[in-house]
């Protein structure tokens, strides 16, 4: 009989954020596919949300979600827990990482790889993202 291991909290990570992506893009399609024509703020709440849950993956090898702990990832509790942090907070944050304001190598290196579109898209997903 063949052993399976545990998928890594990355894989798990990344698994939940493209169900979550699937699951924003379907509804928003079956709102429109049955006639109803969904508030286009809330559709593209969604969407954006969607698009950081997507984008997320990376962020939580570290940071990862309070349910799963900090087993695998880097032991180091002064690294902060992202999840329900609120939207104008993270995207100060990150802003700061980017242009060196604040300084951590590995967030200032995360931070100048995106965009204004893809800090927004994080922002709304973590802080609306209770694991």
Known sequence: MPTYSQPSNRTRSHQ????????????ICAG??????PNN???EDAEIRAYGA??????????T?????????????AIPQIYGLP????????VEYRSGTRSNSAMISAAQALDD??????AAYFSTHQH
């Open 65 to 77: 979600p309070p349910d799963i702990g900090r087993d695998n990832a880097v032991e180091n509790t």
């Open 54 to 63: 997507y984008l997320a993956s990376e962020c939580v090898t570290c940071h």
């Open 32 to 37: 429109v596919g049955i006639g109803l024509r």
């Open 41 to 43: 703020a809330v559709a």
């Open 87 to 94: 939207s104008e907070a993270f995207k100060t944050a990150m």
């Open 117 to 122: 579109q893809q800090i927004e898209a994080l």
């Open 16 to 27: 939940a954020g493209l169900a979550a992506f699937i699951l924003a893009l379907v509804a």
